[in-house]
Structures are given as C-alpha cells and as structure tokens.
C-alpha cells in the first residue's frame, strides 16, 4: 500500500552534552557523557575512563556522524534487531544495521549497542568496557580532539559479547537497558475474518483526536471499543515528549508486532517472522516524532 509522505519534525539542533569540572569533579546528570580521561582518549558513560576492556567483546558496528539518536539498549533477537534499527532510518545507515547485525549468532551472543555525543572529538573505533556498580560502557580509540567544531560528533557502538557472560540483569552506564527501538505498541484489537476483506488494509497517521476518530469509525462495534478504550483519553493531553501515532490494518498472529521504520515507509510486521495463519488486527503505535522520515509513507 502506497499513502501520502509524511512530514517529519526536523530535530531542533543536534545532541548535546554539557560537562561541569569543579575542583577535578564531573557531575553527570541522566545522560551519556564523554570527558578526556588521563591519556587524552574520550570516553563515554560514568567511569569510562577506569573500567576495563571486556574480555572476548566483538566490535561490530562503529560510526561517527550527525543527527544520531542517543540509545543504550541490548538486543538479543532478531526482532530486537529489526527495532533497533528504526532509530537510524537514514536509508543506508538502517539497511547496513539490519544486513551486519542480523548475520550475528544471537543464540550465542548478545549485543550491546549506545550512541552519544563525543562532542568535538572524533575517533577511529571504540571498546566496551565494564565495572561493577556501572555495568557495560564504551571507551573510544584512537581519538582526536578539537578546540571547536561546526557541529558535535555523534558516536554509535554495537559490540557483541558472548550471551553465557551477559548475566540476569545486565546494565549499561549504571541503568538497564533500554527498549531496542524507538516504537511502541499503544494498542491492539483482532478483527473478524470478514472484517478486513477490503483490497488494501488501511493505515494512517493518528496523532489528533479528529484522525484518530476517522480511522476508527469504521471499524467494527468490538474493536473499534477496543482502541476507543485504550486511547480515548490519551488525546485528553500529550504523549511524553514529541510523539506522532500511526494506526494499521493487517494480518498477523496477535499483538507480537512491531513497527518496521525505514526511509521508504512505516509498516507492522510479526516479531517473530512470518506466521502460519494470519488473522486480521488493528493496532495502534507511537513513534518520536524526530524518528519519522519525511520520505516515509505510511504502510505499504
């Protein structure tokens, strides 16, 4: 299914990282950080710069650029993947994150993936490191560092690290890890097998009360409850921080979706690949809003 381009909000300038040094102190407020450690390297996460490199730790995605959303998550599936990858929905940037990352083994390894601003410092790679209280954390190599730059770096690291050797409760920077991607299943109701006989299922953007209203009038009596009930009231105010939401019909087998983000278009698809017998749903995500590509469409 082919719709309209949607238009994105563009990023109200870049990442940023403020650092206060009093009397050799650094405070670090809810946030990645990077400071100059003793050797002059920077380093990302509390306590950087001391940890130690993790034995057996695989590089396996490094990248150094702009407009980088800042994530701290682990990702221990495919599915994982295929989210995660919706963070970075500049063309070739997702293509080459789901084509390398989804090669990986990951029965036998999980991976730790963050992005940060390294402000005015640029690298060649980076390690993973670890201590106990703080967990898993990033050192970058081989650095250089400006005085000023046009625009502060952002940094993405994705390491592989053996699943025996991840424990329970792994933490990356001292907090767990976050979602994989950047989308969220707000809602969700089956349909009659009748009840999605049209050619092409419909999908749309649902962020006002007025769209959300058109999509859901004529859906059937139960499902149409369904999604009134869960989200009636979540247009009485507004979603944590800037959000659009985007509604679908498809088929699939229950609520293990996810929403795929790519340039091209924003589409649900099975978490666990495809299933042997499809029944048709509605469902409704959320998606920040600086995640939506303008060249996107919705569905298809």
Do not use: N
């Not at 994105?8 to 990077?34: E, F, I, N, P």
């Not at 046009?150 to 993405?156: A, G, R």
């Not at 009596?221 to 939401?245: E, F, N, T, V, W």
């Amino acid at each position: 299914m082919t719709g309209d381009p949607i238009a994105a909000r563009r990023r109200d300038g870049g990442w940023t990282v403020a650092a206060a040094v009093v009397a050799g102190v650094l405070l670090v407020v809810s946030m990645w950080w990077a400071v100059d450690d003793s050797t002059g390297q920077r380093t990302s996460g509390p306590g950087g710069g001391a940890d130690a490199v993790v034995p057996g730790a695989e590089a396996v995605h490094f990248a150094q650029g702009h407009g980088f959303a800042p994530v701290s998550t682990m990702l221990r599936s495919p599915a994982d993947v295929q989210a995660f990858a919706g963070w970075f929905p500049q063309e070739s940037m997702g293509v080459e994150l789901r084509e390398k990352l989804l090669g990986r083994d990951l029965d036998a390894e999980a991976l730790v993936a963050t992005s940060w601003s390294s402000g005015c410092t640029s690298a060649e790679g980076a390690v993973l490191t670890y201590a106990e209280g703080t967990g898993y954390s990033a050192r970058l190599t081989d650095t250089t560092t400006y005085e000023t730059c046009e625009s502060p770096w952002d940094v993405l690291t994705v390491f592989a690290v053996p699943e025996e050797d991840v424990g329970a409760h792994p933490t990356i920077g001292g907090t767990s890890p976050g979602e994989p991607g950047p989308a969220e299943l707000l809602a969700y109701a089956p349909l009659d097998d009748g009840a999605a006989a049209a050619p092409e299922p419909r999908a749309a953007e649902v962020s006002q009360p007025d769209q959300f209203d058109a999509f859901v009038r004529p859906l059937p009596k139960a499902a149409a409850m369904a999604l009134r009930g869960k989200l009636g009231s979540a247009y009485d105010s507004d979603l944590p921080g800037p959000a659009r939401r985007f509604a679908f019909e498809g088929r699939g087998c229950g609520d293990d979706l996810l929403l795929e983000i790519t340039a091209r278009r924003l589409r649900p698809v099975p978490a666990d690949g495809a299933c042997g017998d499809p029944k048709p749903y509605v469902a409704v995500f959320s998606v920040p809003a600086d995640r939506v590509p303008s060249s996107a469409v919705v569905g298809g």
